[in-house]
């Protein structure tokens, strides 16, 4: 996303969500509706979507980590207040709303820095979309993840599912979870590549914490352009996508990052990062 902002102000509170920024620099946005297991509203999409775009912006974060708060990560969209309310409305406003989902998922993806998704309990539907477009997932035993888009009489690919969860797990495993739309506990998810990490119970939240320190330390601009190699390599040929990572690595040759590395090994010290 683009560094440059108009003249809207940053936002310093929002109403569907929470987040902090530690001092290495690793945000936590922490969805915030316990009593119905972080269940999105249409508010809350869009103030992920917002939310998002404004971190994006600020050379402050390092790395994000996406939590719930309570008993689960994210059950997926209200039944009441989306589904409920989408039956009601024309094509444009559901095709408007739709948009907005797919946006929240290209906004994670479009990130200049690594997502982590920290996940306990359920991630159904958008929410397991959620920790899909993450750059990790992080999970405790309690998680379980279900594409549930099918069991409400919908395509399984919604928010991008259908892009993302082949290329993470393979076609075979995708096929099954988006059209039965079973749940996939925490076991298998990992067997299947589906977590990238299998903490202790109720560790999921600290170990997201330690990996984005981890990334936060590290050099952010090589992060983010692997970040976005990997996302825009996914359907290119061999050829072009050679020429990419020549392109960038020649561009990240001249970057301080590089030469302090050099600096670094031959004073025999570690390097210092500095994102640039």
Request: proline share 4%; aromatic share 6%.
């Amino acid at each position: 996303m683009s560094p440059f902002t108009g003249s809207t102000p940053r936002t310093d509170s929002w109403q569907h969500l929470t987040y902090v920024v530690d001092e290495s620099g690793v945000a936590t946005v922490t969805l915030a509706r316990p009593e119905k297991l972080n269940a999105l509203t249409f508010g809350a999409y869009a103030d992920l979507r917002d939310l998002l775009a404004e971190l994006s912006r600020t050379k402050s974060v390092r790395a994000l980590v996406l939590t719930g708060e309570g008993r689960g990560f994210c059950s997926g969209g209200d039944v009441d207040e989306i589904i409920g309310a989408t039956l009601s409305m024309d094509t444009a406003q559901i095709l408007d709303f739709n948009r907005m989902t797919g946006q929240v998922v290209r906004a994670v993806r479009e990130a200049p820095f690594p997502v982590i998704a920290a996940v306990h309990g359920v991630a159904a539907g958008a929410g397991a979309v959620l920790a899909l477009a993450a750059d990790f997932r992080v999970a405790d035993p309690s998680a379980r993840f279900a594409f549930l888009f099918t069991k409400v009489g919908l395509s399984g690919g919604d928010m991008g599912a259908a892009y993302l969860l082949p290329r993470v797990v393979g076609l075979g495993h995708a096929t099954r979870l988006l059209m039965l739309g079973e749940a996939v506990r925490a076991p298998e998810a990992e067997r299947i590549g589906l977590i990238s990490e299998l903490t202790d119970e109720g560790g999921a939240d600290e170990a997201a914490l330690a990996l984005g320190r981890r990334l936060a330390e590290g050099p952010a601009l090589a992060y983010a352009q692997t970040k976005a190699l990997l996302t825009a390599e996914l359907d290119m040929p061999l050829a072009g996508a050679i020429e990419m990572d020549a392109a960038t690595q020649a561009l990240l040759m001249h970057g301080e990052d590089y030469a302090e590395f050099h600096a670094a090994f031959t004073d025999k010290r570690s390097p210092k990062w500095q994102g640039r």
